[in-house]
């Protein structure tokens, strides 16, 4: 098949499908191939070497009056004019005549136009766009059925859901649609709809916007109502897409049925005001959102944010005074505003005397002046003469010019299709073979290819193209209710939003200038299922309910949350731990009995008395060294004894302050050598003490083995011991300076301790004092009783006994004190021991010496 005959055969199908649906109107004569068909009803043409085709929504159906629960419209009539898209069909026409008005933008050329109303419903929306396909001329006669006039091109539609059964319908047959207003983002999708352009942005531009304020103010639990339509579906879930992996939940969801049922326009109503969600975002055209809102102001529903999308967000019909106490303070996105030269001088170049081929135009006339243009009807009389004031009806208002805009650019889009189209070299064009299109028989795909292509600069100096999914740049002004000193309403601009391929958007807006939802100009409103966590705790999800309703839980020990709302707590590093109210992270305290303490300071000074007193004690033997008291028991071993004591009393400082690897070994090896030696002294006098009161046998004396050098050698042979345990335990395996964690009720700690490092050598230290101990308590308990004046085996015996119960009750002590109170406590320890030995055997003696030198004779000792 040629491809004559290819076309010849597309304008037969589309002519017998306007006939079929009745569209085209035609008249049937007798001949099988000749048809006579009239002008579109409620249309305005223009011819041209290209006719445009047009759909406007001229006119809007009035439901009848309905009883309360009847569920149905009846018989809705297409009556009410929509000044607002008779401006629409205006700019198309001003957009023409400026095109053909400029001889060196398309020169030798000139461009027609054909729009119809499509009264804002499926069903006429698809008729009249039948009706312009199908070739609206006066009449076509011929053997072969005539031809068809051109009209490769449709401007429309205004609706979602009627430009997808428009681009359905007319897909089939490759005429391609440049809509000004219908912006679902399903028809983005180019399998479906390859032929479908546009000039308004698509919801899905809208949607990151919406979803970007959202997240801006914080407004987490929000409720959504859209109209029942593929707009209101699919805008609904470009929202829904957009918020994925945002805090932002949905409340509820409501579909406004399209023929209002008063219950259940009722029903959504108060759905929406018993909800917590104080922010409520829309998907809807101007007649659901108007019928939505006379329930909402019939309720008296005055404490709700509302986000309007582009569809009302300007519209002033809604925004009438008696709707503000609801409506003050919407927030919604429109489209940018632009001031178009020249269009309201030809809006109101309009007369009724002057153009009486324009269908719409006596009805546009008394809808303006309230009067009519024919007799008898019960009105005053239009005089024909009256002026149409610029901005002073919907129709004549050219300062919110948005989606006129739209229709203004998708004719200038069509043009330089067409003006590329022209400038096609033969040889070089992009069809088959270089092949370049024939304007005369022009074929819609054709112009379908340059409108794919076209990348120009509006007069209003705008850069307009489309890609890959035929959308245009988006491009969104914030706009905010506010009410006049008047008690008007009007449209600020107090934000920007712009979204182009190269960028996800820019959201921009002034806070300072926003009227909130209720008229409150500096609270905003707050729309939370639950109040942010504050710092210091985290979201628990509550069982059953969205992820925006949660209880918050204080952060764990060791976690933290420096921010309002965290939904985890965070771990604090190593050598840190949480506040008291979890949200910073502080050093942990490093804790050790130092110097600077109280405790430290006790100790010392406890240990600085008792070497103080063993001095003091050393100092008065010395003088008193030549007296028998100080000779009786060896003063060799006395003075040895005391140096010991000594030793004890200063290895109690060695347990105090930071651990070091020195200070570690020093605290152990000399706490273990001072407590032999200390010990080994008194054995040695309790032996000598024994053995000299049992030696009864005659002509055996015992003593010559516990003489002075004897007891210098067992002395020694006893403190050897233990040096040579501690030399082994510090060569193999020494102390060591070690951190222990540790928590109580001030939180967690660091504990700097010396770890023992070989438990063997710990235990054998230990061991061998204990042993010693032990022995000279057995001793000294077998000599207790031996007769003498001053029986120093008695002293021993009960200095001994203190010693063993200071180092019993030391075991569960130690082990039971935290931190810093186990050094403390071993302190302790060695100083009350050390202070038992000092005053049970050496405070009496100094008694004597001192206070009873009476007694310090070798009579007095020698009585018994």
Not at 84 to 100: G, H, P, T
Not at 178 to 206: H, I, N, Q, W
Not at 670 to 698: D, E, N, Q, W, Y
Request: charged content about 15%.
């Amino acid at each position: 098949m040629t491809h004559n005959h290819f076309t010849q055969m597309r304008h037969i199908c589309l002519l017998l499908l306007g006939c079929l649906s009745g569209i085209a109107q035609g008249v049937y004569g007798g001949d099988s191939c000749q048809l006579m068909v009239k002008f579109i009803p409620d249309s305005v043409y223009r011819a041209g070497d290209v006719v445009i085709g047009g759909l406007f929504p001229v006119h809007v159906k009035a439901p009848q009056p309905e009883l309360e629960y009847q569920s149905e419209k009846v018989n809705a009539s297409c009556e009410i004019f929509n000044q607002r898209a008779y401006r629409w069909l205006q700019a198309m026409i001003f957009a023409v005549e400026q095109i053909n008005n400029n001889t060196d933008f398309l020169p030798n050329f000139t461009l027609g136009y054909l729009a119809a109303d499509t009264c804002l419903a499926e069903s006429s929306t698809l008729s009249a766009a039948m009706a312009l396909v199908t070739g609206q001329d006066v009449y076509l006669e011929n053997s072969e059925c005539g031809s068809v006039p051109t009209v490769p091109v449709i401007v429309g539609d205004s609706r979602t859901s009627a430009s997808i059964t428009v681009a359905n319908t007319l897909g089939v047959f490759d005429i391609p649609m440049v809509s000004y207003f219908a912006s679902c983002g399903c028809l983005s999708d180019k399998r479906r709809y390859p032929l479908f352009f546009r000039t308004m942005a698509s919801d899905a531009a809208e949607a990151k916007a919406m979803a970007e304020l959202l997240c801006l103010m914080g407004w987490t639990w929000v409720g959504l109502v859209s109209a029942d339509d593929d707009f209101g579906r699919f805008g609904i879930q470009m929202l829904m897409e957009a918020l994925r992996g945002t805090d932002v939940c949905v409340a509820y969801y409501e579909t406004i049925p399209k023929d209002y049922p008063k219950i259940t326009m009722r029903r959504i109503v108060e759905s929406i005001q018993k909800s917590t969600a104080k922010v409520v975002v829309t998907f809807l055209i101007v007649p659901d959102a108007k019928a939505l809102f006379e329930e909402v102001v019939e309720q008296k529903v005055t404490d709700k944010q509302w986000i309007a999308n582009d569809a009302w967000a300007t519209y002033s019909g809604i925004s009438v005074p008696s709707n503000l106490p609801s409506l003050a303070g919407t927030i919604g996105f429109a489209l940018r505003r632009a001031d178009i030269p020249g269009l309201g001088p030809f809006l109101t170049r309009l007369n009724p005397n002057l153009s009486s081929s324009d269908p719409f135009l006596k009805e546009l006339w008394e809808t303006l002046f309230g009067c009519s243009l024919s007799a008898g009807l019960g009105r005053k009389l239009c005089s024909g003469s009256e002026d149409i004031e610029t901005g002073k009806s919907v129709y004549a208002d050219v300062s919110q010019l948005r989606i006129t805009y739209n229709v203004y650019k998708a004719v200038y889009a069509i043009a330089y299709a067409i003006k590329e189209m022209l400038s096609c070299e033969p040889g070089k064009g992009p069809f088959l073979e270089g092949q370049c299109p024939d304007v005369q028989k022009l074929q819609p795909v054709q112009i379908a290819h340059y409108l794919r292509h076209v990348n120009f600069t509006t007069p209003l100096k705008e850069w307009i193209n489309f890609d890959q999914n035929g959308d245009p740049p988006a491009s969104y002004d914030i706009i905010n209710w506010h009410v006049t000193a008047q008690g008007a309403g009007q449209f600020v601009t107090v934000g920007h939003f712009m979204s182009s391929q190269m960028s996800d958007g820019q959201f921009q807006i002034d806070m300072e200038r926003v009227v909130w939802g209720g008229g409150s100009r500096h609270r905003v409103p707050v729309s939370v299922c639950s109040s942010p966590c504050p710092p210091g705790t985290r979201k628990a999800v509550q069982k059953g309910r969205p992820v925006c309703c949660f209880d918050c839980l204080p952060c764990a020990d060791g976690e933290i949350s420096n921010t309002t709302g965290s939904s985890e707590c965070i771990r604090c590093p190593e050598r840190f731990w949480s506040s008291s109210n979890h949200t910073v992270c502080i050093p942990q305290q490093v804790d050790f009995l130092s110097f600077s303490d109280t405790m430290g300071i006790i100790l010392s000074i406890v240990s600085a008395v008792g070497t103080a007193l063993t001095a003091a004690t050393f100092a008065t033997f010395l003088h008193y060294r030549h007296t028998p008291l100080v000779r009786a028991n060896n003063s060799e071993v006395s003075f040895m004894l005391l140096v010991s004591l000594k030793l004890c009393f200063l290895c109690a400082l060695a347990f105090i302050g930071q651990p070091v690897a020195w200070s570690c070994m020093l605290r152990h090896s000399l706490f273990g050598i001072s407590f032999v030696l200390c010990i080994s002294c008194l054995l040695s006098r309790t032996v000598v003490v024994l053995v000299a009161f049992r030696s009864t046998l005659p002509g055996q004396s015992l003593m010559r083995y516990v003489g002075p050098a004897q007891q210098r050698l067992g002395i020694s042979i006893c403190t050897l011991v233990q040096v040579l345990i501690c030399v082994l335990w510090l060569s193999l395996a020494p102390p060591q300076p070690a951190e222990r964690d540790s928590v109580d009720n001030w939180g967690p700690k660091i504990i700097l301790e010396c770890a023992t490092g070989s438990v063997v050598g710990f235990s054998l230290v230990l061991g061998y004092i204990g042993l010693l101990a032990c022995l000279c308590l057995l001793l000294a308990f077998l000599a207790r009783k031996l007769p003498d004046n001053f029986n120093e085996a008695k002293l021993i015996t009960f200095s001994m006994l203190i010693f063993c119960a200071v180092w019993v009750a030391f075991v569960p002590a130690y082990i039971s004190s935290p931190g810093k109170y186990t050094v403390a406590v071993e302190i302790f320890a060695i100083l009350a021991s050390t202070y038992g030995l000092l005053f049970c055997i050496f405070a009496p003696k100094c008694f004597i010496l001192l206070l009873r030198p009476e007694k310090n004779t070798k009579k007095h000792l020698m009585a018994r």
